[in-house]
């Protein structure tokens, strides 16, 4: 079963534009991971934030951690082209600490017009 | 360095035949997990190998079968295949290691599109 959902289901923007997406999830987590996979094919590993920490960045990538909320979100700033794709959200359970099992959410489609 | 490498790429079998999909992983890593990723929808988890021994398991029937070879490299079996089994499957390593060397960014391979008919 899917742990949580990304929303919105797909997002369409102009490039240049940022991008946000949110996950949730239901059980208590060690760390949440955001993949992107292009047409349907391996997933890309984007950044992982742990449960102790609320924000984190990477290059044009924001993520934030709200713990009590059991939510997530993925900014991507000044969207390319390029990262037209699917982007999901993995969580590592807590209960499950050092098996590095991953649930993941049903995704966002994000599409960027040229 | 090489990623982690799945064949075949596309695979077509009928209805109650047997696959054999494999994986080779990350090099340095010492974990495979295999998920299954039905069209429109996210990955689900299969199961784990670590030291050749299925470590965690989710909601896959028996039919689901898989091996860890002792250069890390893992097979995904799926007997008496239904129409359900087709998918995207995805293996992923990681590496686990002792001494606090645990990673728990996972590395897919391109996966292979398993077509059911």
């Known amino acids: 079963s899917q742990q949580g959902e990304e929303d919105p289901q797909a997002l369409s923007i102009q490039e240049g534009e940022n991008a946000t997406m949110n996950c949730s999830y239901k059980?208590?987590?060690?760390?949440l991971q955001w993949y992107r996979q292009n047409s349907g094919r391996g997933l890309v590993h984007l950044i992982l934030i742990r449960s102790n920490e609320r924000e984190k960045h990477s290059g044009r990538l924001r993520v934030t951690l709200d713990t009590s909320k059991k939510s997530s979100s993925l900014l991507i700033t000044a969207s390319r082209a390029a990262d037209t794709a699917s982007y999901f959200c993995a969580t590592e359970d807590i209960s499950n600490f050092g098996n590095e099992k991953l649930t993941f959410g049903t995704g966002t489609r994000l599409t960027i017009i040229p | 360095d090489a990623g982690v490498t799945q064949s075949p790429t596309h695979l077509i079998k009928t209805r109650g035949q047997q696959v054999t999909l494999r994986c080779s992983p990350k090099?340095?890593?010492?974990?495979v997990s295999w998920y299954q990723q039905a069209l429109g929808q996210g990955p689900q988890f299969i199961f784990q190998y670590y030291e050749e021994e299925e470590r965690q398991r989710g909601n896959f029937p028996d039919r689901f079968s898989g091996h860890q070879f002792p250069n890390y490299s893992s097979e995904l079996n799926v007997n008496a295949l239904l129409l359900g089994d087709s998918a995207l499957y995805l293996c992923?390593?990681?590496?686990?290691?002792?001494?606090?060397?645990?990673?728990?960014?996972?590395?897919f391979g391109p996966g292979t599109r398993l077509t059911v008919t």
């Open positions: 992923a390593s990681s590496l686990f290691g002792l001494s606090g060397t645990h990673q728990y960014e996972q590395y």
């Open positions: 090099s340095g890593h010492d974990t």
């Open positions: 059980t208590s987590i060690n760390n």
